[in-house]
């Protein structure tokens, strides 16, 4: 069992930076762990996912060279730098972790925290 904990949201402005961040109570038999969001009345979209060994990441279209996702593994912690923050980003925001392959796509994520609110006012 893997327990998640996020921290970091808040409200900002357009253009604004905020670092969220994802500690895991343990890594043994994590693959990757990964960010998605979900604003209200949509589905939950991915946004990014780094392999936890390996660190390779990759990141949405909608977020690349602005978001970027990174670990420390020393300290089981997952981060997503925001940067050029935009309202359309505004959503909450959950990290997740999984042991299999599937990678952008909530279905392959069997641990979740509990979500952390980002707000982008214009």
């Known amino acids: 069992q893997v327990q998640l904990v996020e921290s970091g949201g808040g409200l900002v402005q357009a253009g604004d930076s905020l670092r969220l961040s994802c500690a895991a109570s343990n890594t043994f038999s994590i693959y990757k762990m990964g960010w998605f969001r979900q604003a209200p009345g949509k589905e939950r979209e991915f946004v990014a996912f780094?392999?936890?060994?390996?660190?390779?990441?990759y990141h949405a279209d909608s977020v690349k060279g602005r978001f970027t996702i990174s670990r420390d593994s020393a300290k089981n912690t997952m981060y997503l730098q925001m940067n050029s923050l935009k309202p359309e980003d505004t959503a909450v925001y959950y990290c997740?972790?999984?042991?299999?392959?599937?990678?952008?796509?909530?279905?392959?994520?069997?641990?979740w925290g509990q979500g952390t609110q980002v707000t982008v006012s214009s």
């Open positions: 780094i392999r936890w060994i390996a660190g390779t990441t």
């Open positions: 997740a972790a999984g042991e299999n392959m599937i990678l952008t796509t909530p279905q392959g994520y069997r641990y």
